[in-house]
């Protein structure tokens, strides 16, 4: 079945180049410091190529109010031309017919030789290319201060053991130990770090994948709760609708020492001039696997030739070589494409490529359930509802398991 509601073809930006002048009004959420400096290589490239770039920032990280401004726009029959939209959503919204097809851009460019194909398989509707990717984003990291671990003779954990050990000690010397935002997001990408470390890649992927019920009701579940409720011990009083970056910059500044946060925190930290090893730490959660979160833009369904010919060219520019390399520098994440350079990335992002590739082989590479990647909208939203009632309650670890496995179900 095909549900596009257009092709942007090749040959007609082509041919439409000499006489459209391409223009693009972008929907997306990269409102933070980094993100900012990170959306705005790409507006400039836009710009350098003859485009014309109208901005639809939506602010609200993890891109909740930005996907209902997006419904608002849809359903009054006046879809922006591209939107930050990732994972399942991309399919969802293809299902609604409502999408571009973008494949004769990527054809021509030859994105099939240069993607992974786990990452180009979330980027294709029913064989088609439906999304352009941007970035490889890890969402499993611990982020940290560097001269507040030092000072109080902390490394980074190994275990979450250790994690709850170094933020006891912590709190004793008056320093908070978790930076977090209470926003169901956040809550949510905290969780299932803690998930991926607690049931192992395995355990992960039977949960937030497979949705297996036995999984969502194990031990091993009623753990990862326990460990959320500690979690909550460590957080300070003012946590409720705090923003993630400011979380990071509770961090960067010392009056906390940890953030379990996507590696879009580092966009952050290097925003402010600060430097990996030395003013903070990265390291993956304790346990196994890789949390991976691809950021991608869809182009939507719109009437006329500018905004086709800038929907081509904003494909085009998002998985070409340069912005690939210099948006990911500014944004904390890696490249989407395989062909570019690591050299210039920094200790973290090395990292983060080298994880990848090890899990890739290992099969402990996943998709990230609190960012979209995993299921659709109405099972990650069930799942999440759970997680964040559990750790803004005192409800007990036995509960949750209960709740979660229900709202699964009643979410199918
Ligand atoms: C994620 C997104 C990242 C970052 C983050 C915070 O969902 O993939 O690019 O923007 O939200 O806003």
Wanted: hydrophobic residues 45%; aromatic residues 8%; proline residues 4%.
């Amino acid at each position: 079945m095909k549900n596009f509601a257009i092709t942007v073809s090749a040959i007609a930006m082509l041919a439409g180049t000499a006489h459209a002048n391409p223009e693009a009004e972008v929907l997306h959420w990269w409102t933070s410091g980094g993100e900012a400096k990170s959306v705005a290589v790409l507006q400039q490239e836009f710009a350098d190529n003859g485009g014309t770039w109208t901005d639809m920032p939506v602010a609200g990280g993890g891109g909740d109010a930005a996907m209902q401004a997006l419904r608002a726009r849809v359903l009054a029959g006046n879809a922006p031309t591209a939107v930050q939209l990732k994972g399942p959503a991309i399919q969802e919204w293809y299902e609604e017919g409502v999408l571009a097809d973008i494949s004769a851009v990527a054809e021509a460019e030859g994105w099939a030789d240069v993607l992974p194909a786990s990452i180009a398989g979330h980027m294709k509707c029913d064989g088609s290319w439906c999304a352009a990717p941007v970035n490889v984003h890890r969402v499993d990291w611990i982020w940290a201060n560097a001269d507040v671990l030092e000072s109080n003779g902390i490394a980074m954990p190994n275990t979450w053991e250790e994690f709850n050990a170094a933020a006891e000690k912590l709190q004793a010397a008056g320093i908070i130990p978790l930076a977090h935002g209470g926003q169901a997001w956040q809550d949510a990408t905290v969780f299932e770090a803690v998930a991926l470390g607690i049931l192992g890649p395995d355990g992960f992927r039977k949960a937030f994948v497979d949705l297996d019920e036995a999984t969502l009701t194990s031990p091993e579940m009623v753990a990862v709760f326990d460990q959320m409720r500690t979690m909550r011990g460590f957080v300070d009083p003012n946590f409720p609708g705090r923003d993630w970056n400011l979380a990071t910059a509770m961090v960067m500044n010392g009056e906390a020492a940890f953030q379990i946060m996507g590696d879009w925190a580092k966009g952050e930290f290097l925003a402010a001039g600060k430097a990996p090893g030395e003013d903070f730490l990265c390291a993956s959660v304790p346990g196994d696997g890789f949390l991976y979160n691809v950021d991608s833009f869809a182009m939507f369904a719109v009437d006329g030739d500018d905004k086709q010919a800038g929907q081509a060219l904003l494909a085009e520019l998002i998985v070409g070589q340069n912005f690939q390399k210099v948006f990911n520098l500014n944004k904390g994440s890696i490249p989407a494409r395989t062909d570019v350079s690591l050299d210039d990335f920094d200790s973290c992002a090395n990292l983060s490529a080298d994880d990848m590739a090890a899990s890739n082989e290992g099969g402990s590479l996943l998709p990230s359930y609190a960012h979209g990647m995993a299921l659709r909208g109405a099972q990650s939203g069930a799942i999440t509802d759970v997680v964040t009632s559990h750790f803004n309650s005192d409800m007990s670890s036995e509960d949750a398991v209960a709740q979660l496995a229900a709202a699964v179900a009643n979410s199918m």
